[in-house]
């Protein structure tokens, strides 16, 4: 079992940056993150995955932010930057440990962190 624990999350005025991290307990070969708002269903937001040198983006945080993966720490970054108050959201990290996974889709991802609160003012 591969456990995830992210970091990095807090208040910030709209139009500033902030950078969420995660680190596995193992290796996987895709991590990526998803939120989730009050009231609303989690959605994607980036993944990136090692083996094929891919990442993917949200159309919502294309051009804003930037996911980023250390293989070697088994660690992704999440840098988030021209924040709007529509980010403000519990951000999960999520884990696959399929090869080829590069997706929006949550059934693909097997594991997941507890969640780090992003909130974004206006």
């Known amino acids: 079992q591969v456990q995830l624990v992210e970091s990095g999350g807090g208040l910030v005025q709209a139009g500033g940056s902030l950078r969420l991290s995660c680190v596995a307990s193992?290796?996987?070969?895709?991590m990526g993150w998803f939120r989730q708002a009050p009231g609303t269903e989690r959605e994607f937001v980036a993944v990136?995955?090692?083996?094929?040198?891919?990442?993917y983006h949200a159309d919502s945080v294309k051009g804003r932010f930037t996911i980023s993966r250390d293989n070697a720490k088994n660690t992704v970054d999440l840098q988030m930057n021209c924040l709007k108050p529509e980010d403000t959201a519990v951000y999960y990290c999520?884990?696959?440990?399929?090869?080829?996974?590069?997706?929006?889709?949550?059934?693909?991802?097997?594991?997941w962190g507890q969640g780090t609160q992003v909130t974004v003012s206006s």
């Open positions: 999520a884990a696959s440990r399929a090869p080829g996974t590069i997706t929006a889709a949550e059934k693909a991802y097997d594991y």
């Open positions: 193992g290796r996987t070969y895709s």
């Open positions: 990136a995955n090692w083996l094929i040198g891919r990442t």
